[in-house]
C-alpha cells in the first residue's frame, strides 16, 4: 500500500508565497518521476510540475519563474515553492508519484489566492 500525504496549502494575498510538501509512504523500492497537478473549480485538472528521480523538471508555462519544485529521494518527499502568487493559481493541489506498481495520487490540499 502507498500512500501520499500533502502538506502546507491555505489562503494567501495575491504576491504571497506557499511552500507545499508532499510525503510518500507504504511499501516500495523507489519512486520514479513525481509531479504537482492543480484542479480549479469547473476546471479539469492540469500539470503544474515534474520532476524526476533524477532531478530533471518540466513546469506548465503559468507557473515557470514563480515556481520551484524539488525532491528528497532519501526521504521521498517532494515539495512546491509558490512565489508571486495570483489569483488565477487558486485550486486543489494534488500530488503525484509514478512508482513501478503504478500512479498514485494524493488527495489533495487547497490553495486560495485573494486578496
Known amino acids: 500500500q502507498v500512500q501520499l500525504v500533502e502538506s502546507g496549502g491555505g489562503s494567501v494575498q495575491p504576491g504571497g508565497s506557499l511552500r507545499l510538501s508532499c510525503a510518500a509512504s507504504?511499501?516500495?523500492?523507489?519512486?520514479?518521476?513525481m509531479g504537482w497537478y492543480r484542479q480549479a473549480p469547473g476546471m479539469e485538472r492540469e500539470l503544474v510540475a515534474i520532476?524526476?528521480?533524477?532531478?530533471?523538471?518540466n513546469y506548465a508555462d503559468s507557473v515557470k519563474g514563480r515556481f520551484t519544485i524539488s525532491r528528497d529521494n532519501a526521504k521521498n518527499t517532494m515539495d512546491l515553492q509558490m512565489n508571486n502568487l495570483k489569483p488565477e493559481d487558486t485550486a486543489v493541489y494534488y500530488c503525484?508519484?509514478?512508482?513501478?506498481?503504478?500512479?498514485?495520487w494524493g488527495k489533495g490540499t487547497l490553495v486560495t489566492v485573494s486578496s
Open positions: 503525484r508519484a509514478n512508482l513501478l506498481s503504478g500512479v498514485y
Open positions: 507504504g511499501s516500495f523500492f523507489r519512486v520514479n518521476a
Open positions: 520532476i524526476t528521480d533524477v532531478g530533471v523538471t
